[in-house]
């Protein structure tokens, strides 16, 4: 960096380098260990010695500075305002892979998908086009060469296709000098020797940057599911070098899957409620390996069904996330009463590890509006697969689909009951299959005996997810809430039993652990249901409790 402090020969040979140099700088683990060399170059611009053409120093030191924000604001969490930041870099420069790469970083965390993809799609461009050229010194000069340190990224998942595969680079000895071949073959001599300076980049030539590329896009699953669905013709560039997958749509499996088959299916096959009730069903991945993401798509008859929504908290209708894959990232939750259409898509995040086996990937609750039989179907007739699975390497696992149905009955002849002895046997009728057939007759009212379920059942967890120090729990409950009864999310580090408690009437709440000083270790969870005022954070009356829940905290530095 002493490079960028001492070099005076001249200014516009200095924007040569840095402009050589900076498109190599990319912020790929996320450590920031960059930020140093670019702060470097930016001081080396604004010297009050430097006589470079205005222009070229006002444009080159605002997106230098603006790139420089972009990373602060990222490091607040503040992803709207770093988006603003790298935009005006990139206006200054829209061929800077290292700026487009970042931004990419940033969009991804607004879950802004598609933009993601194509600045990573340019990214791969620009790799294309060349490897990249760093600048080399004339026989004349006598400027001391940079120690670049290349290396393969660690954890760098399996290569999906014919793509390029990256390999262990050896040591690069980088040296600056003015000349560059982005720019004039000029060659001047400076006239002080600069000071080494060694960095280590992971965005150095075409092969590490591809590599980027991909660790970025695989490692966030729902970003995967977005390759897979895309037209042929969008992210050519992605699509050249191996990086988008396109699932072959699953065929309907008339026989029962052997336990060899991974499915995506429903339980029960065929579910039975009264007009007027509620009915649940499960959406079940079976038979599966080292399941990281899944994404379902589901379409049920909206004039006999409607989706009871799961979340109350949140604008829309959503279906409860099932206990199979913790919802780390639940990046799609959505019905469309009016067209009968479900879309639900989860991922795993670390340190969370694949599950394989079988298990509930989310819950539908139905209530039944009209007599008839309604089919849940994971239709194939949508313009996008019905269901798609996927590692940690967001390589898709091949599955078939089963569908099911609800069956809506008129009130007074519940499944599965003895007949009362003052009414009639009924007729044992066929099973109704679509086109549904509505039953005109009417039916005697019903008098329905009071239930013996308990109306404050105890809550049941589902989950929880950590970032940094925040940590997201997340449960299920049966029951309804009164203005007055709140859920208690009791947290506590273990052996001590939960007792840092906060209130909400949300089915989530995220929590900071630095509450309880961020340390290192194990700690426990609860959801209890009270009556009281949340104000005064008293539980006047606990009307039931969860089962406790311990979870790993890699600790946080909270100061």
């Known amino acids: 960096m002493a490079l960028f402090r001492e070099y005076t020969k001249e200014d516009q040979d200095l924007v040569v380098v840095i402009k050589g140099l900076y498109v190599t700088l990319a912020d790929v683990d996320g450590t920031d260990s960059t930020d140093s060399i670019l702060k470097a170059m930016a001081e080396a611009l604004t010297s009050p010695t430097r006589t470079v053409t205005p222009t070229i120093v006002i444009s080159l030191t605002e997106e230098i500075d603006s790139w420089l924000n972009g990373r602060e604001l990222i490091r607040q969490n503040v992803y709207t305002d770093a988006e603003k930041a790298y935009n005006v870099a990139i ?20 879950s ?15 790799a294309g086009k060349a490897t990249l050229s760093t600048p080399t010194p004339s026989s004349s000069s006598t400027t001391t060469p940079v120690s670049l340190h290349t290396r393969r990224p660690t954890n760098t998942p399996a290569t999906p296709g014919a793509s390029i595969t990256p390999t262990e680079v050896s040591p690069v000895s980088l040296t600056v000098s003015p000349t560059s ?8 001599t400076p006239t002080a020797t600069p000071m080494p300076a060694s960095i280590t980049s992971q965005f150095a030539d075409r092969g590490q940057m591809i590599s980027a590329v991909r660790n970025l896009i695989y490692g966030h699953p729902e970003m995967v599911l977005v390759l897979a669905s895309a037209p042929d013709l969008k992210y050519p560039n992605l699509r050249d070098y191996g990086l ?3 699932p072959t749509p699953t065929v309907p499996v008339t026989l029962p899957p052997t336990p060899s088959i991974t499915t995506i299916s429903l339980e029960p096959v065929t579910a039975q409620v009264e007009v007027g009730n509620t009915t649940s069903v499960q959406i079940m991945v079976g038979n599966v390996m080292n399941l990281y993401g899944a994404e379902v798509h589901l379409t049920f008859d909206p004039a006999l069904l409607e989706v009871i929504d799961a979340d109350l908290g949140r604008d829309g209708v959503q279906i409860q996330p099932g206990t199979f894959l913790s919802p780390d990232f639940v990046a799609k939750n959505s019905v469309e009463q009016a067209n009968g259409r479900i879309a639900f898509a989860v991922a795993q995040m670390p340190p969370h590890e694949p599950v394989s086996g079988s298990g509930i990937l989310a819950m539908i609750t139905f209530r039944g509006i ?12 949508l313009p996008i697969t019905p269901g798609i699975l996927s590692d940690r390497e967001g390589i898709l696992i091949p ?3 089963q569908n099911g149905q609800v069956v809506v009955i008129e009130g007074g002849f519940p499944a ?5 002895a003052n009414m009639p046997t009924p007729t044992n009728t066929p099973m109704p299959t679509p086109p549904r057939t509505v039953i005109p007759t009417p039916t005697p009212t019903r008098i329905v005996a009071p239930t013996t379920s308990t109306p404050y059942p105890p809550p049941v967890l589902t989950g929880n997810g950590i970032i940094d120090s925040n940590v997201t729990f997340r449960w299920q409950w049966s029951g309804t809430l009164d203005k007055d009864v709140w859920f208690a999310v009791r947290v506590g580090k273990s052996p001590d039993i939960p007792h840092s408690q906060t209130w909400t009437q949300q089915f989530e709440y995220t929590y900071s652990l630095c509450t309880l000083g961020g340390k290192p270790g194990e700690y426990n969870w609860e959801v209890a249901v009270c009556r009281g005022d949340p ?25």
């Open 535 to 559: 104000s005064a954070e008293s539980c006047d009356r606990q009307l039931a409790v969860s089962d406790r829940s311990v979870f790993q905290f890699n600790g946080w530095n909270c100061d």
């Open 244 to 246: 988008v997958l396109t």
């Open 399 to 401: 599955a078939t689909t």
């Open 416 to 420: 599965e009951t003895s007949t009362p």
């Open 181 to 188: 071949s982005l720019t004039s073959t000029e060659t001047p």
């Open 112 to 126: 802004k998908y598609d933009e993601a993809l194509r600045d990573l799609d340019k990214v791969v461009a620009i």
């Open 370 to 381: 009209a007599v008839g039989s309604a089919v849940l179907d994971f239709s194939t007739t």
């Open 91 to 110: 206006g200054f420069n829209d061929e800077n892979p290292a700026t487009l790469y970042e931004r990419a970083r940033v969009l991804i965390a607004s």
